[in-house]
């Protein structure tokens, strides 16, 4: 099943503590990217990355990190994890950017 | 990001129809994307429209006017089950963002 997964689905955690954030599609698509969905502001770009080793900022990227290792896997690292990054992340992948998007189940971080 | 504008909420009736307005603004043009999200759940694919005119799908259309920076979304028929947020989104035409309005949250009510 063609499919995009994300772990954990949901979280909780202290300040300052680093986390990571899995995501993998199957698709063998190109381009992945990365929103975090909150109220009244609706799907921001964190990251997204056309291809291996190749990343680029979105509009939000400030205290995250991402890597691309691996065509299918695409990690979102928070460093030091403050509460303003509480909300709800979504991974997405297609084959490019004039193409259909693929949303994982996302993750609901939660940052005390 | 893309400026981009779509009205907070709408309400209609089972049965009605419902038309969702996206206003953009972009240097260039990569096409322009609605998605569906039904409460905790993740965005799904609408539809794409590139060129402009109107796009049929069974119940949902979409239309563009590049020259205008407008499109809306026709949701006809609507069922329960419609009950959804809206997302309009738009890519970038000198790098590879894609940015989402807030999103139109449709209530269909019996």
């Known amino acids: 099943e063609a499919q995009v997964t994300q772990n954990p689905r949901y979280l909780i955690t202290v300040t300052g503590k680093k986390l990571t954030v899995t995501c993998s599609q199957n698709?063998?698509?190109?381009?992945m990217s990365w929103y975090r969905q909150d109220p009244g502001l609706g799907l921001r770009q964190i990251y997204y990355s056309m291809n291996v080793e190749v990343t680029d900022k979105g509009d939000v990227p400030e205290g995250y990190k991402v890597s691309r290792k691996e065509k299918r896997n695409f990690p979102l690292i928070l460093e030091s994890p403050s509460p303003n990054q509480t909300s709800l992340y979504f991974c997405?992948?297609?084959?490019?950017?004039?193409?259909?998007?693929?949303f994982g189940p996302g993750t609901r971080l939660t940052v005390t | 990001g893309q400026n981009i504008d779509q009205p907070t909420e709408m309400t209609a009736t089972e049965g009605a129809i419902v038309q969702i307005n996206c206003t953009y603004q972009t240097s260039g043009f990569n096409g322009l994307f609605w998605y569906q999200q039904h409460a905790g759940e993740a965005p799904t694919f609408l539809s794409y429209n590139v060129l402009d005119g109107l796009e049929e799908k069974g119940r949902f259309s979409s239309f563009l006017s590049r020259s205008k920076g407008y499109s809306y979304l026709l949701l006809k028929e609507l069922q329960m089950k419609d009950s959804a947020s809206y997302l309009c989104?738009?890519?970038?035409?000198?790098?590879?963002?894609?940015?989402f309005g807030a999103g139109t949250t449709v209530t269909v009510r019996a």
């Open positions: 989104a738009v890519p970038s035409s000198n790098d590879y963002k894609l940015s």
């Open positions: 698709m063998n698509h190109e381009y």
């Open positions: 997405a992948s297609s084959f490019d950017t004039g193409r259909e998007q693929y």
